[in-house]
């Protein structure tokens, strides 16, 4: 992490996101990264070993020696270029040694997991987590003989069996934004030696860096606020250097969801604008949280930012402002319905961290996999819409929520 003159660390993050990973190589020096879109690399001379120990110039006419800052390449399934500028930038803001990209969150997810667990481990997970991430947990790895239990935060030291080997956590969690203490998580795992995982999506490394607070790996599904803009599939796994090794020589090379280069180009594009976008986006979910919370017909506003939200306190410490996802319970699908139909400014649909505001009804779609029972638990009743506020004028949006919740109340 320090460049030539040996200051990289001094720089504050806005400069690591538009500069950490730009590089100056390539063909020409070129001010925007190079996409290197090839699926395989020249080896250089195959008899290289022979030659040399007869003739030291042998080789320079033909088949020519790679550029030694190339030479790590053979493939891009293991390794590509303008994918390793992605991770560096990625590794740089979340403050980790090293980190290894994937197509998709939940390829980064997956790989992770086959690389670490083994049969008879189990998982521990804190809070609700992403469904599909649910499904690979409960499902998949089960069929492996991997087990999974749901523990909370505050009873984890008591709930450990001598198999237990991992958390799995996500801080704000999906969808009912509920906030979880990363310190006192990473701490308990410490003394009990077991590794610690968060998924770090809904607060983006501008908002949270786990690592700092002693978390040993870090997720993410980068189509999410790290794009930033809807167009690519995406995802991270970033920590200790030496984790994720072997989460990219496992994960990543035999499973095989590699990042495209081309997705890499517009990921790292995206990642230039994250502290720029993140500032709306807050500032956004902030104001339509408040205008949620004071309209008459709503239930329920979740988010972390209100101060009579219960993870208001832990948030303002791990958190260095709220977020840009707001949940609302509506109290019943049908005004809740009402309610995103009569949007006009956030789409229906699922996803989230794109610059222009969504908006979906999680039971019947995020969560419509999670069992009824669960979903009552966790408070994901069948009237909550989930809000991912974009980075439009906040008059605006506080405006047509308004509207929306005078739509729901009409039905
Ligand atoms: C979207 C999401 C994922 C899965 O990521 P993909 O890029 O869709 O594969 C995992 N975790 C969280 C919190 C998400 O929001």
Redesign the pocket.
Known sequence: MTDEHGDELQRRFATRAVHEGRGKGGPAPAHNPPIVQTSTFVLGRASKQWDEAVDPTAGHDGNEEPAPQETRDTYSRAGNPTVRRAEQRLASLEACEAAVAFA????A?SGLLLSLLKPGDEVLTLGPI?S??RAVLHELLATFGITTRRVTADTLAGSLAAHSKLVYL?TPS?PTLSVIDLAAVADSCRSNGLLSVA?N??ASPFLTRPRELGIDLV?H????YLGGHGDL???FVAGRAELVDRVRSVGLRLVGASLEPHAAFLLLRGMSTLHLRMAAHCRNAMAVAEALHEADGVVRVHYPGLPDDPGHDVAARQMDAFGGMVAVDLGSERRAAAFVDALRLFDHAV??GDASSLACISATTTHAGVPAAERARDGIGPGMVRLSVGIEDTGDLVADVKRAVRAANAV
Do not use: H, R
Request: aromatic residues 8%; negative net charge; glycine residues 14%.
């Open positions: 998709s969150g939940m390829g997810i992403y599909d991430t996500e999906n998924d999506t809904f997720v599904s980068a189509t999410k599939l995406a995802g996803s989230l």
